[in-house]
């Protein structure tokens, strides 16, 4: 072999390592537009969870959460509850696959506060108090809630419980176990 040929196959290997580098560096870079893109995505302005009932119950529903001038309207229509207050609350995990619901952790808290009700300032952004079920075992509620962000709750779990929050009890009202359970999305619509 002679020292031309040597150093045009060197010369070549050169080039290709070149290039192998250069596309792993494109791809590299795309990623990182599509990181950026997710982490500057625009503002939801609604969400939904799809509530199923926890081992042992019926509870269900749908829960909405919608961007308004001074907060979040949240609106829910449940069946299947026994009479009488249940606790609703935003939890830390969309993670629904527990039997009993606990996989969904505890009351979503951001800013480390104490649990509280729905009107108090200083509170769990997951504290919506309770929902009121008639003797049909039917709820609903509708309200504004000034706490709450969409982009924030995204991905999270709605959990009602069995029994009523006492909205002081620590940390997370009292409100007995969880009869239904459901992730918050994107709602159809919104971008």
């Known amino acids: 072999m002679t020292l031309h040929n040597t150093s045009t196959r060197i010369f070549s290997?050169?080039?290709?390592?070149?290039?192998?580098?250069?596309?792993?560096?494109?791809?590299?870079q795309t990623e990182t537009v599509e990181i950026e893109r997710e982490f500057?995505?625009?503002?939801?302005?609604?969400?939904?969870?799809?509530?199923?009932?926890?081992?042992?119950?019926e509870a269900e529903g749908t829960v909405y959460f919608r961007a308004v001038e001074n907060g979040v309207q949240v609106t829910a229509e449940l069946s299947g509850l026994s009479e009488g207050n249940k606790g609703f609350h935003i939890h830390q995990y969309g993670d629904c696959t527990a039997a009993d619901g606990t996989s969904a952790g505890g009351h979503f808290n951001p800013e480390g506060m104490d649990?509280?009700?729905?009107?108090?300032?200083?509170?769990?952004?997951?504290?919506?108090?309770?929902?009121?079920?008639?003797?049909?075992?039917?709820a609903t509620i509708d309200y504004v809630d000034?706490?709450?962000?969409?982009n924030m709750i995204l991905g999270r779990g709605v959990i009602v419980h069995?029994?009523?929050?006492?909205?002081?009890?620590?940390?997370?009202?009292?409100?007995?176990?969880?009869?239904?359970?459901?992730?918050?999305?994107?709602?159809?619509?919104?971008?």
């Open 162 to 191: 069995n029994g009523e929050d006492d909205l002081s009890s620590q940390p997370a009202g009292a409100a007995g176990p969880r009869v239904a359970c459901g992730v918050i999305g994107i709602a159809t619509g919104t971008e």
């Open 40 to 57: 500057n995505a625009p503002e939801i302005s609604e969400a939904v969870a799809v509530l199923h009932p926890t081992d042992g119950f």
């Open 146 to 150: 000034e706490t709450i962000h969409i």
């Open 13 to 28: 290997l050169n080039s290709l390592a070149l290039g192998l580098f250069m596309i792993a560096s494109g791809c590299a």
């Open 115 to 138: 649990h509280a009700g729905p009107t108090d300032a200083m509170r769990h952004m997951g504290d919506m108090g309770n929902i009121t079920a008639g003797s049909d075992g039917n």
